[in-house]
């Protein structure tokens, strides 16, 4: 920061006419540059994209652009969302405003998840919106397969509006899905004869609305939204040589309202959250259910004292809920309330810190590093407890390179639903039948397990981060992840001899010994160890700049790749150990690949992505090859999306969002062509000796294929 006057406030008062708009610029005064960033977080970007990148990812609102994002930088959990660099309340209320009312998205450093109280090893995005942003606009989806017999529209409107740090916006949905039958798809019942008149795909029709505002209370920002959804789903199965219907119904009701505002240094988020749900099914099954749910969360983080290398941040969380609900099934009546108590700690602490610009570097310098230590403890009725410790260091010897470790350490305790939730059909599966050597169609049973006990995990995670150079803007990562877990909860593995004959309580077979059903509630995994390694490369080609203009153009790429080290498991004491690299227990892809462009070029968008997933091999008998293994065929799959963006009707020209700015280029009618698995790839599988595997012909594990999507989206 430049040198200041000793009478700022008055001059920054006097020259306030002179400010300068622009999101992205420094804010220049009078005899006065503020440097800082508006919305800037408290540390630099790792990567940022502009709006003109933003723009070219195609995506219809900020969620889904976070989506896009997420894959392109092989995110594999959620990130953490964070609005004009601050924690909110909600960030769910901003996920479905248009992406043009966003000014830039940063992406940070691993080590900002300590900063901002998220778990070591979740990415932070920040994203920044506009001062000034309205918009009315809806899109309208016809999709449909390219062998027919199924079709699913859409039909979507939303009002947003945002001036300054008042937003608002309201929104509603229409999704209809026609169903697929298995008649019309004769080479599935050629396979299956059994099949006839059943449906492959229900019929469902689902209908939400959603609303959110957020205005600035004095020194507090106040947030209240609500979402409502309804969804119905017919679907035909075969059950004992008989058709039967399964219908079944949700209905729920979510709302949030909270603040977050500074109190004597801290800066505290308060919310409270209650939810309203009811379910039913039947045909094979007659269930009802009704839930309720309301929690009140708080947090705060402030800096404790400043150290040498910098602030020293303490975070502190707290929740408390409860949920209630009431279940019918086979005529019996379950009623059951659990109380819940969450509480987390956190401290950043920085401990190395590299010189600043204009600053004198020393005679060593060692770059930057921080380490951020957290604890958790949760306390639930009727399933227990939990907690645990996290750890990670971060260092970065330069600006462009950066190390991080993390450890973690918890257990869980099963949640109040995989415990007690009331069981219930799903769609019907194909499954392979080691067996029998058969490929039937099942109803896999769902709900909870009340002898689950709760599981202990270890993680370690260490990656190496290097990056953006070259005017392409080329970053790379590596990351090495391994996870070990005691008493796992998880669904069955693969339909194999050796599961069945552990759990031969939860396979269902008639009188000829063929398979109907499977009970895939969750079960304990005594032990299980995956280790992974995973690399990324992106890179920008340099078009454009950072200020749209009409002819930008805009290029991203990204490849990943992930190589599956070690994956075994144990499923009970006196079981061998299932090696499901080798194929045991149900084979596992060593080799994954991932290629993602998204491109701009004036009113053209285009889209593509491509993955690549190496095959493997399931055996029947645990710890050799055998014929009857199955062995999975590679699958690769590319999905292609191409827009174009017509001129703003004569007569109404699009306003600019910020004063000088151009024009959003999104406020013309946008006509978008998307092909989900434009090769029409299906899973398919040969056995150990070469023969055909049954259910793996073309419509057994995929009935769908191809899908061609027509969207219409206009700004009115």
Request: hydrophobic letters at 35%.
């Given at each position: 920061m430049s040198a200041l006057p000793a009478d700022v406030p008055q001059a920054a008062a006097a020259a306030r006419p002179a400010v300068e708009e622009g999101d992205d610029a420094a804010v220049r005064l009078s005899g006065v540059e503020v440097l800082a960033r508006r919305g800037a977080a408290r540390t630099p970007p790792e990567t940022e994209l502009t709006p003109d990148e933003i723009e070219a990812l195609g995506a219809y609102d900020i969620g889904e652009a976070l989506d896009r994002i997420s894959s392109a930088y092989g995110m594999t959990d959620p990130p953490v969302v964070i609005v004009n660099g601050r924690r909110v309340q909600n960030a769910g209320d901003y996920m479905t405003f248009p992406p043009d009312a966003l000014s830039r998205v940063e992406l940070l450093p691993e080590q900002a998840a300590g900063l901002y109280g998220a778990d070591p090893g979740r990415r932070v995005v920040n994203i920044v919106l506009k001062r000034n942003f309205q918009s009315r606009d809806g899109q309208a989806a016809l999709a449909r397969p390219t062998a027919g017999d199924r079709s699913t529209l859409m039909l979507d409107a939303r009002r947003s509006a945002i001036a300054n740090e008042n937003t608002s916006q309201l929104g509603g949905r229409l999704t209809r899905n026609t169903s697929l039958r298995a008649d019309e798809r004769p080479d599935y019942l050629r396979d299956h004869p059994e099949a006839r008149g059943a449906t492959l795909k229900p019929e469902s029709t689902s209908v939400t609305a959603n609303m959110s505002v957020n205005r600035r209370l004095g020194e507090w920002q106040g947030a209240f939204s609500a979402s409502a959804r309804a969804q119905r789903d017919d679907s035909v199965s075969r059950r004992d040589d008989a058709l039967a219907r399964l219908r079944s119904q949700q209905r729920g009701l979510t709302m949030s309202a909270g603040a977050n505002g500074e109190v004597k240094g801290w800066s505290v988020?308060?919310?409270?959250?209650?939810?309203?749900?009811?379910?039913?099914?039947?045909?094979?099954?007659?269930?009802?259910?009704d839930n309720r749910a309301i929690s009140l969360n708080l947090s705060a983080d402030r800096p404790l004292l400043t150290l040498p290398a910098g602030r020293l941040t303490m975070d502190l969380s707290g929740r408390v809920s409860r949920i209630s609900s009431a279940s019918t099934f086979a005529g019996t009546t379950t009623e059951r309330t659990v109380d819940s108590a969450d509480m987390r700690g956190g401290l950043s602490i920085p401990l190395l810190r590299a010189p600043q610009a204009g600053e004198e570097a020393g005679p060593v310098n060692l770059g930057s590093a921080s380490l951020n230590l957290s604890g958790n403890l949760r306390r639930q009725t009727g399933?227990?407890?939990?907690?645990?410790?996290?750890?990670?260091?971060?260092?970065?010897?330069?600006?462009?390179?950066?190390?991080?470790?993390?450890?973690?350490?918890?257990?869980?305790?099963?949640?109040?639903?995989?415990?007690?939730?009331?069981?219930f059909y799903g769609e019907p599966i194909v499954v392979f039948d080691f067996a029998t050597g058969q490929s039937v169609e099942v109803l896999p049973l769902y709900g909870g397990n009340p002898a689950l006990k709760g599981q202990t995990t270890e993680r370690i995670a260490v990656s190496l981060t290097a990056g953006p150079v070259t005017p392409w803007r080329l970053a790379g990562n590596i990351n090495y992840r391994t996870s070990d877990s005691r008493d796992g909860i998880g669904g069955l593995p693969a339909v194999t001899p050796a599961l069945e004959a552990a759990f031969p309580e939860r396979f269902q077979r008639d009188a000829d010994g063929r398979l109907i059903g499977i009970d895939q509630r969750s079960i304990n995994l005594l032990s299980s160890r995956s280790d992974t390694l995973a690399s990324g490369l992106t890179f920008n080609l340099p078009f454009g700049g950072k200020t749209p203009s009409p002819t930008a153009t805009s290029l991203?790429?990204?490849?990943?790749?992930?190589?599956?080290?070690?994956?075994?498991?144990?499923?009970?004491?006196?079981?061998?150990?299932?090696?499901?690299?080798?194929?045991?227990?149900?084979?596992?892809?060593?080799?994954?690949?991932?290629?993602?462009?998204?491109?701009?070029?004036?009113?053209w968008t285009l889209n593509a992505s491509a993955r690549w997933r190496q095959g493997y091999r399931t055996r029947r008998d645990t710890g050799a090859d055998g014929p009857s293994d199955l062995l999975v065929s590679d699958l690769a799959r590319i999905d292609l999306k191409l827009g174009y963006t017509f001129a703003a009707p004569a007569g109404k020209p699009a306003a600019a969002a910020e004063p000088g700015a151009p024009a959003s280029r999104i406020s013309g009618l946008r006509l978008g062509l998307e092909i989900e698995n434009l090769l029409d790839a299906r899973l398919q599988a040969r056995l150990g000796d070469g023969r055909p595997a049954p259910g793996y012909g073309r419509d057994d594990q995929d009935a769908i294929g191809r899908i061609v999507r027509v969207t219409l989206r206009g700004r009115f």
């Amino acid at each position: 920061m430049s040198a200041l006057p000793a009478d700022v406030p008055q001059a920054a008062a006097a020259a306030r006419p002179a400010v300068e708009e622009g999101d992205d610029a420094a804010v220049r005064l009078s005899g006065v540059e503020v440097l800082a960033r508006r919305g800037a977080a408290r540390t630099p970007p790792e990567t940022e994209l502009t709006p003109d990148e933003i723009e070219a990812l195609g995506a219809y609102d900020i969620g889904e652009a976070l989506d896009r994002i997420s894959s392109a930088y092989g995110m594999t959990d959620p990130p953490v969302v964070i609005v004009n660099g601050r924690r909110v309340q909600n960030a769910g209320d901003y996920m479905t405003f248009p992406p043009d009312a966003l000014s830039r998205v940063e992406l940070l450093p691993e080590q900002a998840a300590g900063l901002y109280g998220a778990d070591p090893g979740r990415r932070v995005v920040n994203i920044v919106l506009k001062r000034n942003f309205q918009s009315r606009d809806g899109q309208a989806a016809l999709a449909r397969p390219t062998a027919g017999d199924r079709s699913t529209l859409m039909l979507d409107a939303r009002r947003s509006a945002i001036a300054n740090e008042n937003t608002s916006q309201l929104g509603g949905r229409l999704t209809r899905n026609t169903s697929l039958r298995a008649d019309e798809r004769p080479d599935y019942l050629r396979d299956h004869p059994e099949a006839r008149g059943a449906t492959l795909k229900p019929e469902s029709t689902s209908v939400t609305a959603n609303m959110s505002v957020n205005r600035r209370l004095g020194e507090w920002q106040g947030a209240f939204s609500a979402s409502a959804r309804a969804q119905r789903d017919d679907s035909v199965s075969r059950r004992d040589d008989a058709l039967a219907r399964l219908r079944s119904q949700q209905r729920g009701l979510t709302m949030s309202a909270g603040a977050n505002g500074e109190v004597k240094g801290w800066s505290v988020r308060a919310g409270l959250d209650g939810q309203l749900s009811r379910g039913s099914q039947e045909g094979l099954t007659d269930l009802k259910s009704d839930n309720r749910a309301i929690s009140l969360n708080l947090s705060a983080d402030r800096p404790l004292l400043t150290l040498p290398a910098g602030r020293l941040t303490m975070d502190l969380s707290g929740r408390v809920s409860r949920i209630s609900s009431a279940s019918t099934f086979a005529g019996t009546t379950t009623e059951r309330t659990v109380d819940s108590a969450d509480m987390r700690g956190g401290l950043s602490i920085p401990l190395l810190r590299a010189p600043q610009a204009g600053e004198e570097a020393g005679p060593v310098n060692l770059g930057s590093a921080s380490l951020n230590l957290s604890g958790n403890l949760r306390r639930q009725t009727g399933s227990g407890g939990g907690g645990g410790v996290t750890s990670a260091l971060s260092w970065s010897p330069t600006k462009l390179v950066r190390l991080n470790g993390s450890w973690a350490r918890f257990y869980d305790a099963p949640s109040d639903q995989q415990l007690f939730d009331a069981p219930f059909y799903g769609e019907p599966i194909v499954v392979f039948d080691f067996a029998t050597g058969q490929s039937v169609e099942v109803l896999p049973l769902y709900g909870g397990n009340p002898a689950l006990k709760g599981q202990t995990t270890e993680r370690i995670a260490v990656s190496l981060t290097a990056g953006p150079v070259t005017p392409w803007r080329l970053a790379g990562n590596i990351n090495y992840r391994t996870s070990d877990s005691r008493d796992g909860i998880g669904g069955l593995p693969a339909v194999t001899p050796a599961l069945e004959a552990a759990f031969p309580e939860r396979f269902q077979r008639d009188a000829d010994g063929r398979l109907i059903g499977i009970d895939q509630r969750s079960i304990n995994l005594l032990s299980s160890r995956s280790d992974t390694l995973a690399s990324g490369l992106t890179f920008n080609l340099p078009f454009g700049g950072k200020t749209p203009s009409p002819t930008a153009t805009s290029l991203r790429a990204s490849l990943n790749h992930t190589l599956q080290l070690k994956k075994v498991t144990v499923i009970r004491a006196g079981y061998p150990v299932m090696d499901h690299l080798a194929g045991d227990g149900g084979g596992s892809p060593r080799n994954e690949f991932s290629a993602i462009l998204d491109a701009r070029r004036d009113k053209w968008t285009l889209n593509a992505s491509a993955r690549w997933r190496q095959g493997y091999r399931t055996r029947r008998d645990t710890g050799a090859d055998g014929p009857s293994d199955l062995l999975v065929s590679d699958l690769a799959r590319i999905d292609l999306k191409l827009g174009y963006t017509f001129a703003a009707p004569a007569g109404k020209p699009a306003a600019a969002a910020e004063p000088g700015a151009p024009a959003s280029r999104i406020s013309g009618l946008r006509l978008g062509l998307e092909i989900e698995n434009l090769l029409d790839a299906r899973l398919q599988a040969r056995l150990g000796d070469g023969r055909p595997a049954p259910g793996y012909g073309r419509d057994d594990q995929d009935a769908i294929g191809r899908i061609v999507r027509v969207t219409l989206r206009g700004r009115f």
